[in-house]
């Protein structure tokens, strides 16, 4: 073992594929506060769970309320406004009023920008407008009108509003799709709202998009990596379906670009019907958003209640922006904790909503309450366009906004918290003025504005494009440099991802597709977890049938439940399930028990509170499971049954090869230290949830499944696997030691007379694809 640990070195392309970089200027103001900001709610955090250790109280369920039974609150009607009130609330939106004219431009013109401010219904009345225009009836045959969203909470959510006002079924006419979610009926759906990816993949499957008379790009502005991808697709499909109307909608930010990029294309302009907003900056530097944001509430909530004959009256909502949930959940808490203190406050409701919230939670905020009773909504950026919640008028915003960046150090994409543009900071400033006259609090100072860009840096420029460009090279776009991008990608950025496809033998070594690469765009999961599944069913590996049970749950959050103050007996409980040496096997043996105590005439549910697992998530482990069988039949790959758990950490090596560790320092206090087998720079450790900690490894190398960074680079869902297997099916990315390659039983190829197992690995895609190494 001495001897392989020397062998399998990796390391290879060092520091590539640096990004635009949203952080325009790192010792601004802003980004000073991203930084110390993140660090107080990290602070915060544990010092909360301290104190909940400290109670520890016990006996209390520990179904956290987020996970609380959708089903129980959806029984009671959400809303009792009759189909009139409906009717008329549709008619006094700013889209109504123009409704004549766009429904003209939209017939003129194949491509139609249409911009317009949040709440003027674009996104719920286009669509409608199209069908009742007939846009869903071509000579009697059925025509589909789609409308993308860049969130999957807004396909569904819009989705609920529009069958509402049609005054249908959500699933009929009216339905949406989203990844492993399918409300719609191929016979009788004419209006489908979906999730970019979703649209992305139904072009995989039938180019011509047939079913389809018009393509509503909504959200663009937000320049998502699939808008992006989309967009330059239409650029060629609309030459090819003359028939076929796109329309791109967009906030005011960014609309000249789509016009440009799609050459003749009018623009519409929805009036908007807006107030001015008073905009106020933070005199001095603020170290703690948080607690800056908590203060602010507070004041603007005391200082704005007056009492009218014995009640107090709310004279406008409150809406804050956060970054992501643990700075949104913290605010919540630290604002009721300060309500608490005082005496007798007027009262206020508080509305955290951020976009992995389960949906019927965050269908609470648009609930009609006691108008009298002021709300305060503690958003993410999915308050900024994509949700509109009516009656604020003061909003709050903290500068700052989550974002997935590459991170060529990890290769892997991060969520960063950076300044936001100009253009977020005037978007979030005008959500305080569409019911009246509002006003602004921002938490930076008058001078941090120098330091922002003018406009966010879209997706495409900053995150890891492994699977935009698996997409277009099986749509047989082979020469990316040549795709239409809306802005193009950094070079090495595009490099960097078509060299993991690579590794991942997505790719061959001329840049083509592969046969394994063409199979994995069947499922739409990531390339490496379809690789998994796709080796599972060899007869090699022969595990197929626990695969799918294993990628399944890789593809749900939260299977176990972990209530800070009963975090010890959720730790203790998980333990029953752990297999020695495997993360992937522990989650397989969780699932495999809960399957066998479902067929059993028990309270599964009862079940489940006693084991810390989340019921919710493992039926959605069961019916994600359910749909990967169908993929697997419909391409013909057979069910197999593992031998032994051995098949599985095969198979595992076989997929992750390129995500492997090896042990260097047994850490008896603390942590292990690994080192990457890619990058022998990096040090990495056990996640703390893993099952690998405490245990003795029985050999020194293991492959991850991800890399998570909070405090250290953890690595997590992590198993122990033979060094050997790395090199049998990792050898074209690794460096094999010469003197050691008669050793191992590779399974060499003839080339030119040449055996190709050696370092020339990539050298021909290097040459075809222009990359540029560095090492
Ligand atoms: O897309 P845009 O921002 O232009 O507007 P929209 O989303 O179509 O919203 C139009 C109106 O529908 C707003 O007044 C929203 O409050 C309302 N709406 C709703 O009540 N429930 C939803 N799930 C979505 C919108
Ligand atoms: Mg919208």
Redesign the pocket.
């Known amino acids: 073992q001495e001897y392989l640990q020397l062998q399998i070195t990796g390391g290879s392309i060092r520091g590539i594929g640096p990004t635009v970089n949203p952080i325009k200027d790192s010792t601004s103001e802003l980004a000073i506060m991203a930084r110390t900001g993140s660090m107080t709610v990290q602070t915060r955090r544990t010092q909360k769970e301290r104190a909940l250790q400290a109670k520890e109280r016990t006996g209390v369920s520990h179904e956290s309320t987020t996970d609380a039974n959708p089903d129980k609150q959806e029984k009671k009607p959400e809303d009792d406004t009759n189909r009139e009130t409906i009717l008329e609330q549709r008619r006094n939106?700013p889209a109504f009023a123009v409704k004549h004219d766009l429904i003209t431009t939209i017939r003129d013109n194949q491509v139609t920008i249409i911009i317009?401010e949040?709440?003027?219904?674009?996104?719920?009345?286009l669509t409608q407008y199209l069908y009742e225009e007939g846009f869903t009836n071509l000579n009697g045959v059925k025509q589909v009108i789609a409308c993308t969203q860049p969130r999957r909470v807004a396909a569904m959510?819009?989705a609920?509003?529009v069958s509402e006002e049609m005054n249908c079924k959500l699933g009929q006419e009216v339905g949406f799709t989203i990844r492993f979610e399918d409300k719609t009926d191929p016979n009788k759906t004419i209006i489908k709202y979906m999730t970019e990816g979703i649209l992305l993949r139904e072009i995989l499957v039938d180019p011509m998009l047939t079913n389809y008379s018009c393509i509503i790009i909504d959200e663009a502005h937000e320049r998502s990596l699939n808008t992006d991808i989309l967009l330059g697709l239409f650029r060629n499909l609309l030459m090819k379906r003359r028939d076929l109307k796109l329309i791109v909608t967009s906030a005011t930010m960014n609309a000249d670009k789509f016009t440009r990029f799609f050459g003749t294309a009018p623009q519409f302009t929805i009036p908007g019907r807006t107030y001015p907003v008073e905009v106020f900056f933070n005199k001095n530097t603020c170290s703690d958003y948080v607690e800056a944001a908590v203060k602010q509430i507070l004041t603007v909530h005391l200082r704005n209640s007056s009492m009218s004959s014995g009640e107090y009256v709310n004279d406008g909502d409150i809406l804050v922006f956060m970054t992501g949930q643990e700075d949104i959940e913290i605010t919540c808490d630290l604002l009721r904790e300060k309500l608490d203190l005082l005496e007798n406050p007027p009262p206020l409701d508080i509305y955290p909503i951020y976009s992995t919230m389960p949906s019927d939670l965050q269908r609470k905020i648009?609930t009609k309450k006691n108008l009298r009773r002021r709300k305060v909504v503690v958003a993410t950026n999915i308050a900024e366009?994509s949700l509109?919640v009516?009656g604020i008028k003061y909003v709050i915003d903290c500068g700052l906004v989550k974002v997935k960046l590459y991170n060529p150090k990890l290769s892997m994409d991060t969520l960063q918290v950076v300044p936001i543009s100009l253009a977020n900071a005037d978007q979030r400033s005008g959500r305080a003025g569409r019911v009246g006259p509002g006003i602004t609090y921002r938490l930076y100072t008058e001078r941090a504005i120098d330091s922002m860009y003018i406009q966010p840096i879209p997706e495409i420029q900053r995150t890891n494009l492994c699977n935009s460009m698996l997409l277009l090279k099986s749509l047989h776009i082979e020469d990316i440099n040549r795709f239409p991008f809306l802005d193009s990608p950094p070079k090495d950025l595009l490099n960097c991802s078509l060299y993991d496809l690579w590794a991942i033998g997505a790719l061959d070594n001329l840049g083509a597709l592969t046969q394994l690469g063409k199979s994995m765009t069947k499922f739409p999961i990531e390339p490496t977890l379809a690789k998994l599944i796709l080796l599972a069913s060899r007869p090699e590996f022969h595990c197929s049938e626990e695969m799918i049970t294993i990628v399944a749950m890789l593809s749900v959050p939260n299977i176990f439940s972990r209530p800070k103050e009963r975090a010890k007996e959720a730790d203790m409980a998980r333990d029953k399930f752990v297999i020695a040496e495997s993360d992937h096997l522990t989650l397989l043996n969780v699932y495999t028990q809960w399957n066998i105590n479902m067929g059993k005439r028990i309270n599964i549910s009862a079940w489940c509170n006693k084991n810390f697992l989340q019921l919710k998530s493992l039926l959605r482990v069961k019916d994600i499971r359910k749909q990967l069988l169908l993929i697997m039949n419909s391409s013909k790959l057979p069910l197999l049954k593992s031998r032994s758990d051995d098949d599985i950490r095969k198979c595992l090596a076989a997929s992750f090869y390129h995500q492997a560790a090896k042990l260097t320092k047994m850490n008896l206090s603390g942590n292990p230290e690994f080192v990457s087998l890619r990058h022998n720079y990096m040090k990495m450790y056990l996640h703390p949830t893993s099952s690998l900690l405490d245990s003795n490894l029985s050999t020194n190398f293991v492959i991850y499944h991800e890399l998570v960074l909070t405090t250290k680079e953890y690595m997590n869902y992590i198993t122990v696997v033979d060094p050997m297997w790395l090199l049998q099916f990792g050898y074209k990315f690794y460096t094999v030691a010469d003197s050691y390659k008669d050793k191992i039983n590779l399974p060499i190829t003839k080339k030119n007379g040449r055996n190709d197992c050696t370092n020339t690995r990539f050298h021909n895609l290097k040459i075809i694809q222009g990359f540029r190494m560095t090492d």
């Open positions: 939106l317009g949040t709440g003027s219904g674009k996104t719920t009345q959510s819009v609920k509003r648009f366009t509109t009516d």
